[in-house]
């Protein structure tokens, strides 16, 4: 067919979208992917855990089976709402589910892909490489933060009126506790997303890290502590954490006489260069790298 | 004259026993890990230990002065706890895909299309993720109570102890036959290495906080039984004759090892199947 002058049309430029509308693209596509999938039952057990958990302490406290005074080691303790949600913040949320969660979805950003032999067709989209991994970064962020988010409200509103706690004097701390987790979310995918990245094994140098290298590194004395992200999310922990006369008043109080707690100012430093370089290096590799898919 | 005989012939073979299949599976198994490197350097870290308290059990045979250093029996419970990380380690590679990518490759059908039955492969899988964990765990805990009469050079520890051997052997396979279980069944759950590993991980370490939280809301340990690991230190404690860490009753940690290692056996009998029936 040709045009009214007799000359054909000029072929149509293919009009490459840009970066923002990439990633954009991509979280659409990956947030339906992984908030309706198999993978959601297991992220609803890790944070429908501590919900149980907080009603059948509230059961024990109504059935008069737990009572505030205690003794520890000799000691005397007092337990009430606040003291159970931190312990709760600490146990649950801080040392398991955000950085189980970290290791689950930040290495399986690109592995999942590089697994199911997918990568091809998103690397053959007209999008930025990087797109891909940011799009993804920000679904999985924003699908574990809906459900650890709500999560910890719950077991705030049951755990907190115990035993003489008040909802109103600790929600300045549930707020700190969320922005926390949300930080600390952030950050393990971050580092993760850079994991799956570089190694093939991904998962497990993941829990290596979080359960193995962690846990030890930071009561180690020196810096070795530094290279780990529990080391900086504890440093913004006890804002959120009841102080004096509790179980874990005494055990901020060792922590913070030995220097094993940062002050938040470093803390917040060391959690935002590990997320930028994380997530900047894992771009930067996932731009460069060849896939060689397995036959 | 017939190029081939092509007319029916007796099977001319040789005939294993029935119920040698498995093992067929384990060293096939075996040696396909032995020759990943990155699996390698895990063993070696995992034997790490190992190497230090030979080290110091040297030290203490040959310098009356370091005498604190001698072993006792916390010594080897401290050996056995402190290589549980290993233990997680290792169940989570070797195991999460032993039977997660045959059920993703649909190779369960060819498995079992073989003259080989269910209870053969399930075993033959058990012996490999077995295999590995005992050779972290009971092998250099036997190695390190050898080298302790070795660097002596007497008896008097080990008959002084002598409930060491057996113990050291029932905890090493009280615990390798629980991961070993836990990590087959929920391997058989799923069509993911990844998912698995993961899932495994996930129950070890929220069980583990549940007790935890609940231990300090409560401030008794009569909860313990709800930990996967808290059951073994309760067992393992009772088996090297040492006080319980916990207020719970031990037969309570036994018996939710048992029902644990019962109900990984029925899911391995649902979950292998080589045809799946939907009705």
């Given amino acids: 067919m040709s045009s009214p002058h007799g000359s054909p049309p000029p072929p149509s430029t293919p009009v490459r979208p840009s970066f923002a509308a990439s990633v954009s693209r991509i979280y659409n596509l990956s947030f339906g992917q992984m908030l309706w999938s198999r993978r959601t039952v297991f992220m609803v057990l890790v944070v429908g855990g501590p919900v149980a958990v907080a009603l059948i302490l509230r059961m024990l406290v109504s059935m008069d089976l737990l009572d505030a005074g205690g003794v520890i080691d000799g000691r005397p303790v007092t337990i009430d709402g606040p003291v159970i949600f931190g312990l709760m913040i600490w146990g649950f949320y801080l040392s398991f589910s955000v950085p189980l969660l970290g290791v689950f979805y930040g290495t399986s950003l690109i592995a999942d892909e590089v697994e199911d032999k997918t990568i091809t067709y998103l690397f053959t989209r007209p999008l930025p490489r990087g797109a891909v991994l940011i799009g993804k970064y920000l679904a999985y962020l924003v699908c574990a933060g809906l459900l650890v988010l709500p999560s910890v409200m719950l077991v705030f509103f049951v755990v907190m009126p115990l035993l003489g706690g008040s909802i109103g004097a600790g929600f300045p701390d549930l707020l700190k506790d969320l922005a926390l987790l949300a930080v600390g979310l952030a950050v393990y995918g971050a580092l993760f997303a850079l994991v799956g990245a570089l190694f093939k094994r991904s998962l497990l140098t993941g829990l290596v890290f979080v359960f193995g290298w962690e846990p030890i590194v930071v009561v180690l004395p020196g810096y070795m502590k530094r290279f780990t992200v529990s080391y900086y999310l504890q440093g913004l922990v006890p804002h959120a954490m009841p102080q004096d006369g509790t179980v874990t008043g005494l055990v901020l109080q060792v922590l913070q006489a030995n220097e094993i707690l940062p002050s938040a100012t470093v803390s917040l430093i060391g959690l935002g260069a590990i997320l930028a370089g994380g997530l900047g290096l894992a771009v930067w590799l996932v731009q460069r790298r060849e896939y060689v898919l397995e036959q | ?279």
Avoid at chain 2, 30 to 45: C, E, T
Avoid at chain 2, 171 to 198: G, K, N, P, Q, W
């Fill in chain 2, 1 to 279: 004259m017939p190029i081939h005989d092509q007319s029916y012939r007796r099977y001319a073979g040789s005939r294993n026993e029935p119920g040698s299949a498995w093992l067929v599976i384990t060293k096939a198994g075996i040696r396909s890990l032995l020759g990943r490197k990155l699996f390698l350097a895990v063993m070696l870290a995992a034997w790490g230990q190992f190497f230090v308290r030979a080290v110091i059990f040297y030290l203490s045979a040959n310098f009356p002065t370091l005498d604190v250093l001698a072993p006792s029996v916390e010594t080897f419970r401290q050996f056995f706890e402190m290589q549980e990380i290993f233990v997680l380690f290792v169940t989570v590679y070797v195991g999460s895909g032993l039977i997660a990518n045959d059920r993703r490759s649909n190779a369960l059908q060819i498995y079992l299309s073989k003259p080989l039955s269910r209870t053969e492969y399930v075993a033959g899988k058990l012996g490999i993720l077995a295999f590995f964990l005992l050779m972290v765990t009971l092998v250099p805990a036997l190695a390190l109570l050898l080298l302790e009469v070795m660097f002596s050079a007497s008896l008097a520890f080990l008959s002084e102890h002598l409930f060491l051997l057996p113990a050291v052997t029932l905890y090493a396979l009280a615990e390798v036959l629980l991961a070993s279980f836990t990590m087959l069944a929920l391997s058989s759950l799923s069509t993911s290495a990844r998912y698995t590993a993961v899932l495994y991980a996930g129950v070890l370490f929220f069980t583990g906080a549940v007790f935890a939280i609940l231990r300090g809301a409560t401030r008794s340990s009569m909860l313990a039984w709800l930990s996967l690991r808290a059951n073994l230190d309760q067992i393992g404690d009772v088996i090297f004759r040492l006080p319980p860490r916990f207020e719970s009753p031990w037969p309570a940690s036994v018996l939710v090892v048992l029902l644990l290692m019962g109900l990984s056996v029925v899911v391995l009998d649902r979950r292998v199947r080589g045809v799946e029936v939907v009705t």
